[in-house]
């Protein structure tokens, strides 16, 4: 959102996993564009506690829960009359705990504190349900 402001960088956020396309698009307009541009890519670790096999299913699901929204910010957009920021998630079709609790990371703290896992759980849902409002006004403002 900070980049956003400046107005001249381009911004895409990606995940190969839940879209392949769109994260090709992403390359092809940042290389393409006369300034600065950045690409914020979804990257599991093995510290995340996941069989590393399954990467691109874990992007897939990050996606799916609105932890993780596709989106690409192109300047030169606004020149044309369009919206410079095009959302290229569909809306949340999963639950965050869904996409969560299969990584090591989460469920440690729900074996260990189960009463504090479910209320910082509730939290983050809420946060994510917030950003994800906010992505789809941005998304739905004319220039």
């Known amino acids: 959102m900070t980049a956003m402001r400046y107005g001249n960088v381009y911004i895409a956020q990606i995940a190969m996993g839940a879209n392949d396309t769109q994260t090709v698009k992403a390359f092809l307009e940042a290389e393409a564009h ?6 914020i890519a979804y990257s599991q670790c093995i510290a995340h506690g996941i069989d590393m ?3 691109m299913t874990q992007q897939k699901l990050a996606v799916e829960s609105g932890h993780w929204p596709l989106y690409r910010f192109d300047p030169k ?31 440690m703290l729900q074996r260990s504190d ?3 896992a479910k209320i910082l759980l509730q939290h983050a849902q809420e946060a994510v ?4 409002k906010q992505y789809k ?7």
Request: hydrophobic share 30%; charged share 30%; proline share 11%.
């Open 114 to 116: 189960p009463e504090a």
């Open 137 to 143: 006004q941005l998304a739905a403002n004319s220039v």
């Open 34 to 39: 006369p300034g600065p541009s950045l690409i």
């Open 53 to 55: 096999a399954k990467g």
């Open 77 to 107: 957009l606004r020149s044309e009359g369009k919206n410079p920021f095009q959302l290229d998630s569909r809306d949340p079709k999963i639950p965050l705990r869904d996409y969560i609790y299969t990584e090591g990371r989460y469920r």
């Open 129 to 132: 349900t917030q950003r994800w």
